[in-house]
């Protein structure tokens, strides 16, 4: 079973605190991707990654940034966190090995993050 | 650019009723049409997929969707609901000129009354 992993569940942070979220997949997928989640709004792409050291802008990249040193793990950071980025966060990878894997997204369980 | 649309933020069936779920989608070209379940506390999970071919697909737990290009819909449907079907139910868009990003829905929760 494809798995993907994120550091924490529920995190509360402050202000202007620098925030790192963390997914690690251990299906050696190529692909990783980084959602926010809110009431009303779905599931918005912030950025993706389709190789070590490669990202993209998604939708909404104002105020995130990513780093992927390693195949399977894949960073969100949040340089200075701020309360409207209040919400749940989506971690998904996917294969490019063969069509159509590349859209058959594997999601890790979220990180809620609030920010006060 | 694509957009997938789903109309019904909130819906309440009785188990053991029928249930469909609508989805539409605006995307110039053949479209790439998913399905994802999120169960509370979850992540999303994939119910079930169209690329191509036959316009009815089946999927897990008891779900199918049918492709009607006329409507630009893609609507979820299962038979007979059962509890533990209560989620959140989210339509998705793929591109198919090799960008492997999904569009996703608003989703529409499901609720299931005894």
């Known amino acids: 079973d494809v798995k993907v992993t994120q550091s924490s569940r529920y995190l509360v942070k402050r202000t202007g605190e620098k925030v790192f979220l963390e997914c690690v997949q251990d299906m050696d997928h190529e692909n990783m991707f980084w959602y926010r989640q809110d009431p009303g709004l779905g599931l918005r792409l912030i950025y993706f990654s389709y190789d070590v050291k490669m990202k993209e802008k998604g939708d909404i990249p104002e105020g995130y940034s990513v780093s992927r040193e390693k195949k399977e793990r894949f960073s969100l950071i949040l340089e200075s966190a701020s309360t409207n980025q209040t919400s749940m966060y989506l971690c998904?990878?996917?294969?490019?090995?063969?069509?159509?894997?590349?859209?058959?997204?594997?999601f890790g369980p979220g990180t809620r993050l609030t920010v006060t | 650019a694509q957009s997938v649309t789903q109309p019904d933020i909130h819906i309440t069936v009785s188990e053991g009723a029928s249930l469909e779920l609508r989805c539409n989608y605006s995307?110039?070209?053949?479209?790439?049409l998913f399905w994802y379940v999120q169960s509370p506390g979850q992540g999303l999970q994939l119910l079930l997929k169209y690329f191509s071919g036959d316009t009815l697909v089946q999927g897990i737990k008891g779900f199918e969707a049918e492709f009607k290009r006329s409507q630009s819909s893609f609507n979820l449907r299962k038979p007979s609901v059962h509890w533990s079907d209560a989620a959140e139910y989210f339509c998705?868009?793929?591109?198919?000129?090799?960008?492997?990003?999904?569009?996703f829905g608003t989703g529409t929760r499901l609720t299931i009354i005894p």
């Open positions: 995307y110039g070209a053949t479209p790439y």
């Open positions: 998705a868009v793929g591109s198919n000129f090799g960008n492997e990003k999904l569009t």
């Open positions: 998904a990878s996917s294969s490019q090995s063969r069509f159509p894997g590349w859209y058959e997204q594997y």
